[in-house]
């Protein structure tokens, strides 16, 4: 069981900078992934960026540049730093986590969700 709790979310200007941040607790041990997703009013949910703990990391071509994931493991948390925003950044974010428990098996958990948005 893990749960994740997200901050950071809000409004900003064509340009700004936010960062998110999403701190874990509970069996934390088993986390092997975390990412960031995004998902606009009527849009799919997808990969805004990802980091494994073995330091492979995946981002959106959209936001390649622009925002960075990292972790900060003695604080059980993950930030996504997003700068240079654009309004087309606007959306519900949400944390996720992937765990592995054994020898229950692998499982995804998710924050809350929280509103990014960019005006021009």
């Known amino acids: 069981q893990v749960r994740l709790v997200e901050s950071g979310g809000g409004l900003v200007q064509t340009g700004g900078s936010l960062r998110l941040s999403c701190t874990a607790s509970g069996n934390i041990g088993g986390i092997r992934a975390v990412g960031w997703y995004r998902q606009a009013p009527g849009k799919q949910r997808e990969l805004v960026a990802r980091?494994?703990?073995?330091?492979?990391?995946n981002y959106a071509d959209s936001v390649k540049g622009r925002f960075t994931i990292s972790r900060d493991n003695a604080k059980n948390t993950v930030y996504l730093q997003m700068n240079a925003l654009k309004p087309e950044d606007t959306g519900v974010y949400y944390c996720?986590?992937?765990?592995?428990?054994?020898?229950?098996?692998?499982?995804?958990?998710w924050g809350q969700g929280t509103q990014v948005t960019v005006s021009a």
């Open positions: 980091l494994t703990y073995d330091d492979s990391f």
């Open positions: 996720n986590a992937n765990v592995h428990s054994s020898p229950w098996g692998t499982f995804d958990y």
